[in-house]
Nanobody, 130 residues
Framework: QVQLVESGGGMVQAGESLRLSCTVSGLAIIDSAMGWFRQAPGKEREGISCINWSGRDDSGVYYRSSVEGRFTVSRDNSKDMLYLEMNNLKPEDAAIYFC????????????????????WGQGTHVTVSE
């Protein structure tokens, strides 16, 4: 059984940082592109980042423009872990954050579409106050 468990969410003030982790079991993520999504109250879930199976260089990492330059995704395939370093958080970043795993190695043109990922975590809450 594949399980993804996010952790590291919390309540911070604008300008502060958080680091999210995604622990995967039942799946060797080395064969998976991994994504981060978020869903704010009353809004649809949106993809914000994708990292190719190796994540060894910047060419295999993608960010939505709203988070680029502030968020950094990384992975440790030896530990089946995915991370999201979030800096300079803004109130508009407040959401439930989800990690997701695909059954292919590469982030394709549909990398921000939820349907591109087969496995999902339950999410971790991030609250950002002014």
């Amino acid at each position: 059984q594949v399980q993804l468990v996010e952790s590291g969410g919390g309540m911070v003030q604008a300008g502060e940082s958080l680091r999210l982790s995604c622990t995967v079991s039942g799946l060797a993520i080395i064969d998976s592109a991994m994504g981060w999504f978020r869903q704010a109250p009353g809004k649809e879930r949106e993809g914000i980042s994708c990292i190719n199976w190796s994540g060894r260089d910047d060419s295999g990492v993608y960010y939505r423009s709203s988070v680029e330059g502030r968020f950094t995704v990384s992975r440790d395939n030896s530990k089946d872990m995915l991370y999201l370093e979030m800096n300079n958080l803004k109130p508009e970043d407040a959401a439930i954050y989800f990690c997701a795993a695909a059954t292919w190695r590469w982030c394709g043109s549909n990398r921000y579409e939820a349907a591109s990922y087969q496995y999902w975590g339950q999410g971790t809450h991030v609250t950002v106050s002014e």
